[in-house]
């Protein structure tokens, strides 16, 4: 099995369950030298005239310095098998543990030179063209400050989608 490029506009499935729901590997960095987590906060849509993404980081998680230092990241879906791997990947840091010995996904570069997982279904990957700190003064329901009991709130990230690959 492969892949093959499909349009953003051509992406399966509702975002929602997709990302809400089913998660998704966010993975910043390089062939050797990267990290992925799991993620179920996000969307897909449309702004400044391009297809984009966008994710939200906490800055503790070893992720967030990978997607600091680099420009691009790839979102990985996967069917209902994976969930153990995602599980992993959402509980367990890469700076503890070998998450690819752990989970026995299998790590690729696209032609862009991001990092992927064989095991996805839909990979989407974008280059980050805006970032902005979650401010809760900015909060107009209480609701969403209830999920930060820390006070450890997310950076936003938007990337334009760069390319889209199905698993064929």
């Known amino acids: 099995m492969g892949f093959k490029n499909i349009l953003a506009s051509e992406i399966p499935g509702n975002a929602i369950q997709q990302i809400g729901y089913d998660w998704m590997l966010i993975t910043a960095g390089e062939k050797d030298n990267f990290n992925t987590m799991t ?4 969307g897909l849509g449309f702004l ?5 993404a966008t ?4 800055p503790q ?3 967030y310095e990978f997607t600091e230092k680099y420009e691009n990241f790839s979102l990985c879906f996967f069917g209902e098998s994976q969930r153990e791997a995602l599980k992993i ?3 367990k840091s890469g700076r503890d ?15 862009l030179g991001n990092v992927y997982f064989e095991e996805a279904l839909l990979v989407i990957e974008c280059k980050k063209v805006y970032f902005d700190d979650i401010n809760p003064a900015n909060f107009l329901d209480p609701r969403p400050d209830k999920n930060y009991p820390k006070k450890d709130y997310h950076r936003m990230y938007i990337g334009f989608i760069t390319n889209c690959m199905l698993k064929v």
């Open 39 to 42: 993620a179920a906060w996000g």
């Open 48 to 52: 400044w005239k391009e297809p984009m």
């Open 55 to 58: 994710i939200f980081i906490r």
């Open 61 to 63: 998680r070893y992720t």
């Open 89 to 91: 990947c959402g509980t």
């Open 97 to 111: 543990i070998d998450k690819m010995a752990a989970t026995g996904l299998t790590p690729l570069v696209s032609g």
